[in-house]
């Protein structure tokens, strides 16, 4: 049975912690003797730490210094739970064409579609609306390159209504097409933290 810690617990929400590598980061190190996380996941990180050992300064001066920024304030707090629910909803998940992205928000978070986009845009630089399309299009992107899909799959799994619809929204965006894209895709993905405005 593990040791319970006799240090008090300190719960950290996280902006710009968006895949598995940045949890596998920050595990790498708060490895250290004095420092103890008692939960990790995607936004959010619960440490405890001895301290004539370590401090909560250098807690968030590692933290700092790969680019995350603590989130204290309530309403960036939910902006960027809305962020991962998006990234959830695009990436990580098996998209569902059936479910349209402001329903699967709205249920997500119990709180009305035109709220939860007129508080995305009052601390974004974008609307949801945008964020969400950049994010089916670097999903789009990634299917591409694995080769395995047609245009048509593609885009009835990522809920695009044709391929004619995909590829206008895909131009848009990119400023190639997307037949051109699958001639030559490599290079030209970006890091989900990367994908914040459009």
């Known amino acids: 049975m593990k040791k319970k810690t006799t ?4 719960t950290y929400h996280v902006k710009n912690m968006t895949s598995s590598c940045c949890i596998h980061l920050l595990r790498k190190e708060f490895s250290l003797d004095g420092v103890e996380i008692h939960d990790i996941k995607l936004g959010t990180i619960v440490l405890s730490l001895d301290p004539k050992k370590f401090s909560w300064k250098k807690v968030e001066a590692i933290l700092e210094g790969y680019g995350f920024e603590i989130i204290n304030d309530k309403e960036k707090l939910l902006v960027e739970e809305i962020k991962q629910a ?7 998940s098996t998209y569902n064409a059936m479910v349209r992205n402001s329903d699967y928000l709205v249920e997500r978070f119990g709180m009305s579609y035109p709220y939860i986009s007129t508080l995305f845009s009052k ?5 949801l609306e945008k964020f969400t399309i950049l994010h089916k299009i670097e999903k789009v992107k990634e299917l591409i390159e694995y080769g395995e899909l047609t245009l048509s799959e593609i885009a009835y799994i990522m809920g695009y209504s044709s391929v004619q619809y995909l590829s206008t929204q895909f131009k848009s965006v990119i400023g190639i097409s997307v037949t051109e894209y699958k001639v030559t ?7 989900l933290d990367r994908i914040l405005y459009g």
């Open 123 to 127: 601390h974004e630089n974008t609307t």
């Open 185 to 191: 895709p490599e290079g030209s993905r970006s890091g």
């Open 86 to 92: 998006v990234i959830d909803l695009v990436h990580n």
């Open 7 to 10: 240090f008090p617990l300190r």
